[in-house]
């Protein structure tokens, strides 16, 4: 089974090793996530793909304990739907990025905590193939 | 030129089967007609607020086809505020002596949904189940407990607060007191949101007749002044919902900016506000804009709500008439709710839930999607 990106220039793949792609202003130099081919903070149009960094810490988050609505969420619904924490993870000095957290239990996740990056199961596709996300784990 | 309101008329929230939203806004237009003692062939101009209703302005044809400029708006949940702004601005230009702002909405249960791309965010953000407006909010007021102190009891106390003064007020849509233990119990949705904190979107309708301050004692004895009213959208560096990133920067959010315009034009600062209507989507963005708006420090809410300072007679009641955890949400609407409870409120028309005193300053404040905000500040 093959496993295929939940979308094409999210993150490096396939990788051992995969990192979020996102963009570099070259006027000012602020960083985002995902690609973006104008700058949000100069009006600039010269932006730069950026490979960000791997480790992080947990800015902020939350619990998603109910399935999203659908359209737009495509993941697993009903009895299949799985809680799955969310937050932002700030990759030091770049930029803040809101990500699937692997952890979605409120005792084991804390702002400040060391995050990494991996790639996760998402959901099947229709031709059989296995749709993999970006997501951040608890380092240690 | 000053701008007064001399008609309100609301539209009861909650569920109507059979109803539409155009005929809910006209009901409400009806009873603010009725409320300023005037006609529908003496209104000059209007400005209509809808999420679900494409054309408000087709309201028209349950009033009359009389031919006036009638402006439809979207600003998500500030919608109302972009109507009354407008309104008010209409008659500042000087052509028109008399018009009318008006929200009606009538939404399906169960939280919004929309194409993520036309938040310009990516598709996957959507597939992958973060274009949920509940866990934006859920993580906001997380993220504020932990930097100032806030409890979970607070939030259940804020809650409850909104399910008691609903409770007094005949057009809410939830009017049953729930315990501050029944709201901590109730299905967690978004840590550390439960359901009972969140409001629901619903169906209503509220409306406003604005004239020229100089004119507002041909139609009533008591009106009410708009001090101000101002609309804001997210600057870089605010924490907003539907943001795939954010920049390492932080600033402050269209709320604060949308808050320090109105004072500023208002030439009143919140230590004159008497009474206020707040955006709360739920119990924890009630708490966070208690600050944004000025009303106390970062951190002040979890002492202040315990000594009960927000409660109808405390110092500083918030949300008397419910707010949106007892009203709930037709986002057209909304702001005119909150505008209709502080002028009732001002001309101490609020019956069982009238704030003692004789307040004579009155707030309002919405803030959703993308990153937008109004406020409006009223006074006798």
Redesign the interface.
Known sequence: MARVP??EG?FTWPSDEPQLI?SRCNQCG?????RQDSC??CASTEMDDQLLPRRGWL???????????S?????PTGDAFVP?G???V?LD??????T?LTEAD?EALS?GMEMELVVLP?RSDDDGNEVV?FAFRPVG | MDVAIVGIGLHPFGRFPGASGIEMGAFAIRRALADAGVEWRDVQFAFGGSYEVDNPDAVVALLGLTGIPFTDVYNGCATAASALTLAADTLRLGDHDLGIAVGMDKHLPGAFSADPRNYACPSWYGELGYFVTTKFFGMKINKYMHDHGISRSTLAKVAAKGYRNGALNPNAFRRKPLSEEEILASPMLNYPLTQYMFCSPDEGAAAAVLCRAEHAHRYTDTPIYLRAATVRTRRLGAFEVHSPWLPIEETAGPTVDASRAAYEMAGIGPEDVEIVQLQDTDAGAEVIHLAENGFCADGEQEKLVADRAFEVDGRLPVNTDGGLIANGEPIGASGLRQVHEIVLQLRGQARERQVPGNPKVGYTQLYGAPGTAGVSILSV
């Open positions: 939940v979308a999210v996102g602020i960083v985002t996530f995902p949000p903070r800015w902020a988050w939350t619990t998603q304990e109910f399935p999203p609505p359209p737009p969420y495509t993941g799955f969310v937050g932002y700030e000095g770049e930029v803040k990025l809101e699937r409120p702002i998402f996300t």
